[in-house]
């Protein structure tokens, strides 16, 4: 099996074949998890690579040269200290994805210094690093996933996100997705409430992030002051207890969407702070994604 040309390591080779035609998802071996190392010795925090089938190889390393452009003199200087640091990759013919992290940062095969027994690297945080010296020694920091083949549910707090969200997490690879409410005469919500707003998804990163922050950012929200916004449409009582919420996404003016799973854990309508209180917008979210296009 072979990408532009290149041979796959056999192992790779056999994980591919044995998903047929479904991504595979693997986990960090517990010596990894405990020691926090690559397999030079290099820190190295948990990871879980999904490998990529073989169409996805093959789109995914076609993106490389767009996604991954290389470094300036000053910023390669910043990150001099970085574990495993490779300077640059500017010739990516020689360059093949074959997984990734949930975030989308792509581990890749490096045939550039030995086109039979490629290095594996990673894209990660703006930079190139090294992970092991060759596939095999790759696999030997993780351990199989016991469940079938196919990629993980994404998840913040132990919830599971939306397919649709989900999707649209992994198709930005790590970026953030600017969206609008589509034209109507009159702008409303999923509920016929009036509703008008811009949102960027977040990456799963940030939705962690946030929502970790949700209880200390709106710890000062006085609970009367909020319940006195009762009669405005779409209000929902004061939240004292967020465990069961997660933030997907904001306004340009940083005031966020959320996904509520306090009364349905499968099914998480869509919420909204702003102007001191909280309100409906979406009893899910594919209703919610039904009211959004793409911003331009």
């Not at 290389?70 to 390669?76: A, D, F, R, T």
């Not at 200087?77 to 997984?99: C, N, R, T």
């Not at 990673?122 to 469940?147: I, K």
Request: one cysteine or more; proline letters at 9%; aromatic letters at 12%.
């Amino acid at each position: 099996m072979e990408v532009n040309g290149l041979p796959l390591p056999a192992a790779l080779e056999q994980i591919v074949r044995d998903g047929q035609g479904e991504w595979t998802a693997w986990l960090t071996s517990e010596r990894v998890k405990r020691e926090r190392k690559d397999a030079y010795g290099n820190h190295f925090d948990r990871f879980d690579p999904e490998f990529f089938n073989p169409e996805t190889m093959i789109e995914v390393t076609s993106t490389l040269p767009g996604r991954c452009r290389p470094q300036s003199e000053e910023v390669l200087q910043i990150l001099a200290g970085k574990p495993g640091l490779i300077p640059y990759v500017k010739d990516f013919s020689k360059i093949v994805a074959f997984a990734e992290l949930v975030n989308g940062e792509p581990f890749c095969l490096d045939y550039r210094e030995n086109d039979r027994d490629p290095e594996v690297i990673l894209y990660q945080d703006g930079y190139w690093r090294q992970v092991a010296p060759n596939f095999t020694a790759f696999m030997e920091l993780l351990e199989p996933s016991s469940g079938r083949p196919g990629r993980r549910p994404l998840e913040v707090n132990g919830l599971p996100l939306p397919a649709a969200l989900a999707q649209i997490v992994r198709d930005a690879r790590g970026e953030w997705t600017p969206w609008c409410f589509k034209e109507k005469t009159e702008p409303v919500n999923a509920y016929g409430d009036e509703f008008d707003a811009s949102i960027e998804t977040s990456s799963l990163e940030r939705m962690i992030e946030e929502t970790a922050a949700l209880p200390h950012r709106f710890d000062l929200v006085d609970e009367e002051e909020s319940n006195r916004q009762a009669e405005v449409p779409g209000f929902l009582p004061y939240i004292g207890d967020y465990s069961q919420i997660v933030v997907f996404g904001s306004t340009g003016s940083g005031d966020p969407f959320c996904l509520d799973y306090r009364d349905n854990p499968q099914e998480p309508r869509v919420i909204f702070f702003q102007d001191g209180y909280w309100q409906r917008v979406a009893p899910n979210f594919a209703a919610f994604w039904e009211l959004l296009e793409p911003d331009p």
